[in-house]
């Protein structure tokens, strides 16, 4: 479904290959993960694919809104169920229900822009880490063998806390939708932690966290085999909810992409 031939697909095109039967999708599941919980950033990126299967190949995601309903599972297969809420000439846009064993597991709604020339400006960021200050990290994410990752020297911790440099370890089909998938799927590292309370208990794994809902605005192309630096920052942690926003930078310092998400944390 991804419109790119290769001899051999890329493992994010290999999770994107859906059965398909009118806009209902079927997206097979790995049959083990990291933790006991589907990583959220994955079946994100299986439902941004199947709406955009269901739009015009010029127009490309413009940004994505979803929550994660309740935990999914490995090993089981997942429905994604499109709706085509609206048809542009210049923007699409597709709600999509991913239902698991019955239930719902994630609500997204998602939009879809056919490219336009205008102003392309941001406000420059000093970087967080510099590339040459960052160091490799042996990391527990999931899919880890399939990212290069170079975070601060004193993270010590099983995940990674940002800022950090990501990057794919292979190379990504030469497709807007794929490439922003994965886009999503790497966007899913780094904002639970940030989201963890200043006042926790020092052991940074104590306690409850679970992503609540996740935003993605595509501002410019990704090539997910560069090295691209994550910031995240908070912004207000209450009632038991941190919530964060993410910027994503190319190695030259052009915005990429922008986040939010808010997580749940108990102790």
Known sequence: MTGVKTDRPSWIARLLDFERDGDVFTAPQPPAGPGTRLFGGLIAA???AAAGATVEPDKH????HLYFVRGGEYGVDV???VVRTRD???FDTRQVTAVQN???ILEMIASFHRPETGADWHPVSPPGLEFEAAVPKAHDLGFADRFELRTTPGDDTPFAVPPFWIRTRDRIEDSALVQACTLTFMSDFGPVPVARPRDAPGDLEAGFAASL???VWFHR???PHDWHRYEVE???NSDSRGLVVGSMYSGSGALIASTTQEALWRF
């Not at 995601?61 to 994505?64: A, F, I, K, M, V």
């Open 46 to 48: 299986q439902s941004l």
């Open 79 to 81: 429905e994604l169920n």
């Open 213 to 215: 809902d996740h935003a």
């Open 102 to 104: 019955g239930k719902t």
């Open 234 to 236: 908070p912004l207000n």
């Open 221 to 223: 192309p990704f090539v």
């Open 61 to 64: 995601p413009q940004s994505l």
């Open 88 to 90: 542009g000439r210049s």
